[in-house]
């Protein structure tokens, strides 16, 4: 039940209340998604012909002969300075994900505690540092590593050194890196309490809020797995679909109701089975894997007359008793 201006809201009213936030952070949720796939096929496209560094060339740097170019980095540094808008661009919309991403875990965060949830104090917190750091760590990094570029470009020392020192040094470089790194962590771990909190409560699915936890640990791990940005814009679409009131199967209980409507454990699911087999089985009609009825009882045997033959010493006991 939530609390709001000292009042009680009552179910009715906290679903009332919610239903206009719902339809546009719904709204949210499918741009964000949208904008996921968007900008992580802008920044692929622009960093597709980067030059690589080989081991073989490091090796050849540190022994001190020579590559053909002027140094060790300056590929990489000139390929920023010739390609530079695009990825801006990238990473720009890569940081309109991040807020994106922030709004929609603080809102769904507020309706889990509306029910009734449980999350730790600190997880609204987490989203809010962690969504800001990322998103204007990525654009402070990139626009650094772009004028570096450009200054690097115009240098007459265009040597590994230097090369080096235009990708990691300079105020925009090293804040940028900074507050990349601060706002990860904390956004990933506010990913995994917001979801499985809502989940707790009904408002996510089992399969919605499991893959939310799973999401929150690909923040982490998105860098070093291919593909992870699609299982990212998957569960954004699929909270966006909630939100709207369009989950395909029907809509969780707990959005109308306005209040917690727990998932059953895997114990009440068996219960209910048996429940109902049980059920079935009482009708007289066998249920799938309901115990048969027992039959009627067989009928006892009943001893029937001895036949069998008398001995001799018997005979001979009653021809006596005759005579006498």
Known sequence: MAVADGLVATPEQLVARERPVRAKIGLVALATAILTVVANVVQNAALSDRPRVTEIDALRDAAGEPLGRAGLGTDQVLFFHHHGGSILVGSVLQALVSVGVG?????????????????????????????????????????????????????????TQAAHDAARTGFLVVTGTILGLIGLFPLAAGFVMIAIAAMRVGLLTRFVGVLGAIVGVLQILGPLSA??????????????????????????????????????????????????????????????????????????????????????????????????
């Open 103 to 159: 709004i929609v875990l603080v809102t769904l965060l507020r309706f889990a505690l509306d029910r009734g949830g449980h999350a730790p104090r600190f997880a609204r917190e987490l989203v809010i540092v962690g969504a800001a750091a990322a998103a204007i760590g990525t654009v402070m990094l990139t626009l650094g590593l772009v004028l570096n570029a450009n200054d690097f470009a115009s240098a007459a020392d265009q040597g």
């Open 227 to 324: 593909g992870a940005f699609v299982v990212n814009a998957f569960w954004l679409a699929m909270v966006g679909a909630l939100m709207l009131g369009r989950w395909p199967s029907g809509m969780p209980p707990a959005w109308e109701r306005g209040e917690a409507v727990p998932w059953p454990t895997q114990q009440e699911l068996r219960e209910e089975r048996d429940r109902q087999r049980a059920a079935r089985g009482d009708g007289g009609g066998r249920g799938r894997g309901a115990a048969a009825p027992a039959g009627p009882a067989e009928p006892a045997a009943v001893e029937g007359p001895r036949t069998e033959a008398p001995s001799r010493s018997t005979s001979a006991r009653k021809k006596r008793k005759r005579r006498s």
